[in-house]
């Protein structure tokens, strides 16, 4: 039995940070991380390379002394953006990837696409230079029931862009179902598939029998219990097209706890002691690293981070804040509803 598990440090392909006051906030809580992919809907979006740089120097500043955070950047992609602009800013460095929303999907999508058609040159040039497009899979569709807005996207929506873009390299994040855990595996190597700690341990129950728990209502919805554990399966099978992806998202509780709460759960101070729980109950802890630290690296053709991290099992559990404050403003921090016993640390 495992007790301290020392693992090349991990990196998070799905982050947001917001920005301002709350980003000074929750910077802090991802700072352990070797490298995270900033999602890109603040308002206004950041849809040029201009602003991904100036956001960029924004994250660095609100970054505490020593981090281990390098943020990678991405463009939001809109119906008119512009080719030239993402391929030279992918080409410096700038960016790692362009982030498709449907427009209406989830927190400050209204900008996203309405019309797939219109983005086609776009597609077109980012898979003639290996710019990986990052999907939020939901169709917007009133008459599809929330709950299979993800299956409905990959027939709709998904499949059409890959089958029209041959070479488009594509990351279907923060996925929700067995229907997406499937199109991912099936997708071949231009394809990946990012899961999150919180779907991890909730499914639609969590959120509704009960009473309402707004702190765990994120988009796309916790689904079946027979869908989290095929995303359990798959984090901890050791499949190599699925990595992390935690899709922290810090909201104020007076946005979460209202008549019409925004999405999003912020896990990032708890996600590497829900892990390392998750995959000890499955009995994986030895594929812990390929999950968080060596498949995302994989797919996006960089080298794994040099330097360790330590994952320590004490008696005692892992004290994570319940709350953290932002500009006066309260955010919940995610609560799994379990004792996490294991303790993150540099390792020596």
């Known amino acids: 039995m495992y007790d301290r598990l020392v693992l090349r440090r991990p990196d998070d392909w799905h982050l947001h940070l917001r920005d301002g006051a709350m980003l000074a906030a929750v910077a802090p809580s991802s700072a352990a991380f070797g490298r995270a992919i900033i ?34 950047m991405t463009l939001y ?21 362009v982030k498709l929303y449907p427009a209406g999907a989830t927190t400050n999508s209204d900008s996203g696409v309405r019309d797939f058609d219109r983005v086609r040159p776009v597609l077109e040039a980012m898979a003639g230079a290996g710019v990986p497009l990052l999907v939020h899979g939901e169709v917007t569709d009133p008459a599809v029931d929330i709950f299979d ?20 390299r594509v990351v279907l994040e923060h996925v929700t179902t067995r ?3 499937d199109y991912v595996r099936a997708g071949g190597p231009d394809m990946g598939g990012t899961i999150t700690a ?13 009473g309402i728990r707004p702190h765990y ?11 989290r554990r095929a995303l359990v399966e798959a984090a901890t099978g050791g499949e190599t097209c699925f990595f992390l992806g935690t899709d922290s998202a810090p909201h104020p509780d007076h946005a979460k706890e209202s008549a019409c709460g925004c999405a999003g759960c912020f896990t990032a101070p708890v996600t590497m002691p829900l892990l390392a729980a998750v995959f000890e109950a499955e009995g994986a802890l030895d594929r812990l690293e390929g999950f968080a630290s060596l498949h995302g690296p994989a797919f996006y053709r960089l080298p794994p981070n040099e330097d360790r991290i330590a994952l320590v099992r004490r008696d005692v559990p ?29 390792a020596e």
């Open 149 to 168: 807005r993800e299956a409905v996207f990959l027939d709709r929506v998904l499949d059409p862009i890959r089958r029209a873009t041959p070479g488009l």
């Open 77 to 97: 992609l809109t119906e008119g953006s512009d080719p030239a602009d993402i391929l030279a800013a992918h080409a410096e460095g700038l960016i790692a990837a």
């Open 179 to 181: 229907d997406g855990l």
């Open 217 to 227: 209502y994120c988009l796309p919805v916790a689904k079946r219990e027979t869908h």
């Open 39 to 72: 999602m890109p809907n603040l308002v206004p979006p950041v849809v040029t390379g201009a602003q991904a740089r100036a956001y960029r120097d924004r994250i660095r500043t609100a970054l505490p002394e020593g981090a281990a955070l390098h943020p990678l």
């Open 318 to 346: 892992f004290a994570a804040p319940s709350h953290i404050d932002a500009g006066g403003e309260s955010v919940t921090v995610f609560d799994p509803g379990q004792p996490l016993y294991w303790h993150p640390e540099e």
């Open 198 to 210: 919180h779907h991890l341990v909730i499914n639609r129950n969590h959120i509704l029998a009960g």
